[in-house]
């Protein structure tokens, strides 16, 4: 595939591997409740552990927002397409983030930026922390996965403040 090289289709693709692990978790949500055999549960589990190691370390959230979110063409566009398109991003990411194994992976990458964020930290009076960080520091931080989820959930509810009451 020529196209394979070209940071922006790797990165719609990345947005289909998220909205298909957000599809294989509702999939494995029925075939749990069904009693399903365990031999395609595990290998549905191996499917989405592996799309979501992909989402993750290609950083989707942070493609979402610079490529799609805060691009010229999407704030610009009719006010009630924003909207719906706001509405299926709210139900996309409130899906995966109810689900167990996406909160997990969630975790774990929250845990891996307070760990670089360690170090940093030094006690203050009164409890508060604060943080001596470098400005090369701070542009690794943003382009952590963890961070580019908090930025492009905040993106969302920005938008549309409404989505946040349902959750």
Request: aromatic fraction near 12%; charged fraction near 20%.
């Amino acid at each position: 595939m020529l196209s394979a090289n070209d940071p922006t289709v790797g990165g719609f693709v990345d947005c289909v591997r998220l909205a298909w692990s957000v599809h294989l978790m509702l999939i494995q949500d029925g075939n749990v409740a069904r009693d399903t055999v365990s031999g395609v549960a595990s290998q549905e589990f191996q499917n989405l552990s592996s799309c979501l190691e992909v989402v993750f370390s290609n950083n989707v959230f942070q493609f979402l927002l610079e490529k799609v979110l805060r691009t010229a063409a999407y704030q610009n566009d009719d006010e009630d397409i924003i909207y719906m398109y706001n509405a299926y991003l709210h139900k996309l990411i409130t899906i995966f983030l109810s689900e167990p194994f996406a909160r997990d992976k969630v975790k774990e990458v929250k845990e891996k930026v307070m760990a670089i964020l360690s170090p940093y930290r030094m006690g203050a009076p009164h409890g508060f922390s604060q943080f001596n960080i470098s400005f090369d520091h701070a542009a690794e931080m943003s382009s952590q996965p963890f961070i580019s989820l908090l930025d492009f959930i905040s993106e969302i509810y920005q938008v549309c403040i409404h989505f946040g009451m349902h959750l």
